[in-house]
């Protein structure tokens, strides 16, 4: 019942610029927590930000700062805009959505950003 497809990734410059997006059919969208996660290779998939039903915001260490997590509940789409990308977050990012009613986590196919010269 419930998908979500991630888009915007690509190759950019260090210090440049993404805007990740991610859209959710099915589900309550508006009480579902949403969440950005990222896995290098041969890494392990990482939190990188959270956002509630009520707009409260957090962040790993590592982005903080240079990350931006929001949502659009009309839009039924989370985005993280990501500022002064460095090399090291190369990744693919995916997206999560935990269901208001079961708790279960429902996951994106994930977009890669690559962040080099």
């Known amino acids: 019942q419930v998908q979500l497809v991630e888009s915007g990734g690509g190759l950019v410059q260090p210090g440049g610029s993404l805007r990740l997006s991610c859209a959710a059919s099915g589900g309550i969208f508006s009480l579902s927590g949403m969440a950005w996660y990222r896995q290098s290779p041969g890494g392990q998939r990482d939190l990188v930000a959270q956002?509630?039903?009520?707009?409260?915001?957090s962040y790993s260490d590592s982005v903080k700062g240079r990350f931006a997590i929001s949502r659009d509940n009309a839009r039924r789409t989370v985005y993280l805009q990501m500022n002064s990308l460095k090399p090291e977050d190369t990744a693919v990012y995916y997206c999560?959505?935990?269901?208001?009613?079961?708790?279960?986590?429902?996951w994106g196919k994930g977009t890669l950003v690559t962040v080099s010269s």
């Open positions: 956002i509630t039903p009520g707009d409260r915001t």
């Open positions: 999560k959505m935990t269901s208001h009613l079961s708790g279960r986590d429902y």
